[in-house]
């Protein structure tokens, strides 16, 4: 079994060897940071606002109840 150093330095020196896979991966990163600059954050409307914020509190007062249950059941 390989160890991680010997590993990496096999992989490194395959690559060595096949340029063009490096130059097929570097075009797609490319495309796809193209892409993604194009997409932006969606912009939410009020009723959907509150509805998250409620979730959060929700969330927030769900938690503060299990505290108070898990510390009730430790006594």
């Known amino acids: 079994m390989l160890q991680p150093a010997e590993d990496h ?10 340029p063009h896979l490096v130059k ?3 075009q797609e990163h490319e495309e796809t940071q193209q892409r993604l600059q194009h997409l932006s954050e969606r912009k939410l409307g009020p009723g959907l606002k509150i509805f998250l914020w409620g979730l959060r509190l929700y969330v927030v007062f769900m938690v503060v109840i299990v505290v108070i249950n898990v510390s009730q059941s430790i006594h």
């Open 24 to 26: 097929n991966i570097l």
């Open 9 to 18: 330095k096999a992989c490194l020196s395959e690559l060595r060897l096949r």
